[in-house]
């Protein structure tokens, strides 16, 4: 595979995958931008701008935009941008049109759990690629931001050096500031995690519970999801960094969140179920509570907003009876709820 100017394929044309298409051709860069939607890409080609998504952000022209797999299959690294529910079913087809051995660069940029199986993203790519080079994207990345061009930051994980390298190639001469690290289950987790915490602190913001509330909420949600990381194998440090703290602090704490946006209007009485079919992007939190639960469950790790939300998400428990057993459980020193391990 050459080094200089790899191809480029951006699967999924929803906002974070838009936004990454964008900011690549700014860079002069040719690329192909997968949806699946064939009608609506269309109407992306007519006007030059993704409307559902990016409204108000032109498309320039070297974005080439298919709904077919295989011609995007074509390019040397492909960005998996698509939702945690339709992962396994597209990788599996998008392995049809790469056939063994031949080889890409795979990064995944999802941000969830397997719903069933608690399965990373990394691994469901690993079952139906295992000859591919994979790494996975993640940290605090509003896509509104990022398609207007302001600068972001991120981490790459990936095991292979020069995985890395070429990666790091594509980002150079972008306003996106690339870090790497070697702890692919971290940042992944890191990612899936913060979305549960968003739709609890979207929940406090609802109920109009103030600010040194959602604060204490955030802070507590950092060291759930550090014992709970850890124990699904990332690294304790992992969790103090760009897809830990600062996905978290992004995701809780923005209004362009929509799991944040979630959360709030479950407080305002809406139901799951309105909000899931009233919005236009997928909340990965909605999904990736009840799978997080099942993992905590099965390791021994204590996991109470997840808990919470799960119960108000499935169970019918209320938001407000949800927060007020949050504030009265039992009372317990801080370093208590570091650990990782009995």
Not at 81 to 94: G, Q
Not at 107 to 123: D, F
Not at 126 to 152: M, Q, W, Y
Not at 195 to 218: C, H, Q
Request: proline content about 4%; charged content about 20%.
């Amino acid at each position: 595979m050459p080094e200089s100017s790899p191809s480029i394929s951006i699967i999924g044309a929803g906002s974070w995958g838009s936004a990454l298409a964008l900011m690549f051709a700014r860079t002069g860069k040719r690329l192909t931008l997968w949806g699946h939607d064939s009608s609506y890409l269309e109407e992306i080609k007519a006007s030059r701008i993704n409307t559902r998504y990016l409204p108000g952000i032109e498309f320039p022209e070297n974005i080439e935009l298919t709904s077919h797999l295989a011609k995007a299959a074509e390019a040397e690294v492909l960005f998996f941008v698509v939702p945690s529910k339709f992962f396994r079913s597209l990788a599996s087809t998008l392995a049809t049109h790469i056939p063994s051995p031949t080889q890409r660069v795979i990064v995944s940029c999802t941000k969830g759990l397997e719903h069933a199986s608690g399965k990373l993203m990394s691994e469901i790519l690993r079952e139906f690629l295992p000859t591919a080079s994979l790494a996975v994207l993640s940290g605090p990345n509003l896509a509104g931001d990022i398609a207007r061009g302001l600068p972001a930051a991120g981490v790459l994980g990936a095991k292979e050096a020069s995985t890395i390298a070429l990666l790091q190639s594509l980002f150079l001469t972008t306003h996106y500031r690339l870090y790497t690290s070697s702890d692919v289950a971290g940042i992944e987790l890191g990612g899936a995690l913060k979305n549960i915490f968003a739709i609890a602190t979207g929940v406090s913001d609802g109920l109009g519970m103030g600010e040194n509330a959602r604060a204490g909420l955030v802070t507590r949600a950092l060291a759930e999801m550090i014992r709970l990381g850890v124990a699904m194998g990332g690294r304790p440090q992992t969790f103090s960094g760009l897809s830990g703290i600062g996905d978290l602090m992004a995701t809780c704490f923005s209004a362009q969140s929509r799991n944040h946006q979630f959360g709030y209007q479950l407080a305002q009485g809406q139901s799951p179920e309105h909000i899931e079919h009233s919005m236009t992007m997928i909340a990965e939190g909605l999904f990736t509570a009840r799978s997080a639960q099942a993992c905590a469950q099965r390791l021994g790790v204590e996991t109470p907003i997840i808990d919470a939300v799960v119960a108000v998400l499935t169970q019918g428990k209320s938001p407000q009876e949800a927060m007020k057993e949050l504030m009265g459980r039992r009372l317990r020193a801080e370093e208590d709820l570091f650990v990782t391990e009995d």
